[in-house]
């Protein structure tokens, strides 16, 4: 199925890409959300990447917000989007990223909707994992986070992909800090109408509860 385009290709994205400037990411968390989007961006597009599951990662004692992240799994797949900015930027995404690992995406196991450019290095962040415990950890999900991404999806895919990413996302049986009204994240999104009640609605089907309830 074809969309509606995210975004306005920068009229010297070819011309940059020849001379070598550009970089590309995927995105599968509030890099999905153009509004949470810092640098000047060349092109976004819509995304898979094959031999990835989406995941909540719990964080060490002291760092209490899960982390999304993903993990290799060579049967599932994560769909988001590939970001395409000038490689002089990649040290703010990477700074964005703190807690993150960048890795390299296998080209042939990633599909773009309408590709601009092809055969440049396209990465995706993987978190660092929490250091083993002895006893299984949860640490909650930041609400303000969440709603940063699954209004991402929400504008990528509709309120299909929407339910796609809550359904296969890993990790979701935890706790939830709500903190919509007085927002914790640094990047936080206004909400547009019916959004919040939606969102509410679909994790609580996941089992979502906060940390209040």
């Given at each position: 199925?074809?969309?509606?385009?995210?975004?306005?290709?920068?009229?010297?994205?070819?011309?940059?890409?020849?001379?070598?400037?550009?970089?590309?990411?995927?995105?599968?968390?509030?890099?999905?959300?153009?509004?949470?989007?810092?640098?000047?961006?060349?092109?976004?597009?819509?995304?898979?990447?094959?031999?990835?599951?989406?995941?909540?990662l719990?964080?060490?004692?002291?760092?209490?917000?899960?982390?999304?992240?993903v993990?290799?799994?060579?049967?599932?797949?994560?769909?988001?989007?590939?970001?395409?900015?000038?490689?002089?930027?990649?040290?703010?995404?990477?700074?964005?990223?703190?807690?993150?690992?960048?890795?390299?995406?296998?080209?042939?196991?990633?599909?773009?909707?309408?590709?601009?450019?092809?055969?440049?290095?396209?990465?995706?962040?993987?978190?660092?994992?929490?250091?083993?415990?002895?006893e299984?950890?949860?640490s909650?999900?930041?609400?303000?986070?969440?709603?940063?991404?699954?209004?991402?999806?929400?504008?990528?895919?509709?309120?299909?992909?929407?339910?796609?990413?809550?359904?296969?996302?890993?990790?979701?049986?935890?706790?939830?800090?709500?903190d919509?009204?007085?927002?914790?994240?640094?990047?936080?999104?206004?909400?547009?109408?019916?959004?919040?009640?939606?969102?509410?609605?679909?994790?609580?089907?996941?089992?979502?509860?906060?940390?209040?309830?």
């Open positions: 199925m074809q969309h509606p385009p995210l975004h306005e290709d920068h009229p010297d994205l070819q011309a940059l890409a020849a001379e070598g400037r550009v970089v590309a990411y995927f995105g599968y968390g509030s890099l999905v959300n153009p509004r949470t989007l810092r640098t000047k961006f060349l092109g976004i597009r819509r995304a898979e990447a094959a031999g990835w599951r989406r995941t909540w719990p964080r060490e004692a002291g760092e209490e917000m899960s982390l999304l992240s993990k290799r799994d060579e049967a599932a797949g994560v769909h988001g989007v590939v970001v395409y900015d000038l490689v002089d930027h990649l040290p703010a995404v990477d700074e964005r990223e703190a807690g993150y690992a960048r890795r390299i995406v296998d080209l042939s196991r990633l599909t773009v909707e309408t590709p601009p450019l092809s055969d440049i290095p396209v990465y995706i962040y993987e978190a660092h994992p929490a250091a083993p415990t002895a299984d950890r949860q909650a999900i930041l609400q303000s986070y969440l709603d940063a991404v699954m209004q991402g999806f929400r504008m990528l895919y509709g309120d299909d992909g929407l339910r796609r990413f809550v359904e296969e996302t890993h990790g979701f049986e935890t706790w939830r800090l709500a919509r009204a007085a927002p914790l994240y640094p990047r936080s999104v206004t909400l547009d109408h019916g959004e919040a009640e939606l969102f509410d609605r679909l994790l609580a089907l996941r089992g979502l509860r906060d940390i209040s309830e």
